[in-house]
């Protein structure tokens, strides 16, 4: 069974330059969720999606974060203009969402952002 | 709100030592737990969970007791490999409706020495 996919896997930019992540969960797997993680620290949830629809974006940065999963399936992440603070690692996960709520969630391997 | 706190690391071992990474959480409800490894250069696998107190989640050799009594989700493993040099993550899982918020520790770098 394939992973998660995520491109690219490393990224530079410059501040207030926009960039954007690609995310394709495992096949079947309605929910997909965006994680930062910074160097040294856990991954906090950005935004989770269940098929097309949004279930929680409360940690997002709306002004400059975006994200969008038109089909229910691949996802993308943006940030327009990124600032130096979103160096981080970007995690895209996807589950079954199963109704006891343990659920287990894949990781994909990463992008490496780093704003310069 | 809920929280993962583990224990600070790094931490260094020889080969076949005994490893223990301290695991314990502040959460509303009634928390899922999970241990994350993330391998250098690779995303995050899970390792083991627990769903209930007093589960035992346990694979590769590494074992955890989910101890409501304490709040904690220890991590275990009787004689560690080299291969076993990884970032640990505790993590906590709560549910509500079909929003799965995990919150997780800030990770344990394990090095284990030949």
């Known amino acids: 069974e394939a992973g998660v996919a995520q491109s690219p896997r490393y990224k530079i930019i410059e501040k207030r330059q926009s960039v954007a992540f690609w995310c394709n969960p495992i096949s079947g797997h309605a929910t997909l969720y965006w994680y930062q993680q910074i160097l040294g620290q856990g991954p906090k949830l950005l935004i989770q999606?269940?098929?097309?629809?949004?279930?929680?974006d409360s940690q997002l940065p709306k002004d400059r974060f975006s994200a969008e999963r038109l089909k229910g399936v691949d996802s993308t992440l943006k940030i327009q203009p990124a600032k130096l603070e979103d160096s981080a690692v970007y995690l895209c996960?996807?589950?079954?969402?199963?109704?006891?709520?343990?659920?287990?969630?894949?990781f994909g391997p990463g992008t490496r952002l780093t704003v310069l | 709100g809920n929280s993962v706190t583990q224990m600070e690391g790094p931490v260094t071992l020889s080969e076949e030592a005994f490893l223990t990474i301290n695991c314990t959480y502040t959460?509303?409800?009634?928390?899922?737990l999970f241990w994350y490894v993330q391998y250098p250069g690779e995303g995050l696998q899970l390792l083991l969970k627990a769903t209930k107190a007093d589960d035992k989640g346990s694979n590769k050799g590494f074992e955890a007791t989910y101890r409501k009594e304490t709040t904690s989700f220890h991590l275990e493993k009787g004689s560690v490999q080299v291969s076993d040099s990884a970032v640990y993550f505790c993590?906590?899982?709560?549910?509500?409706?079909?929003?799965?918020?995990?919150?997780f520790g800030s990770g344990t770098q394990l090095t284990v020495l030949p």
């Open positions: 993590a906590l899982g709560i549910s509500s409706g079909s929003a799965r918020q995990l919150t």
């Open positions: 996960a996807s589950s079954l969402l199963t109704s006891g709520g343990t659920d287990t969630q894949y």
């Open positions: 959460a509303t409800g009634y928390p899922s």
């Open positions: 999606f269940q098929n097309n629809g949004v279930v929680d």
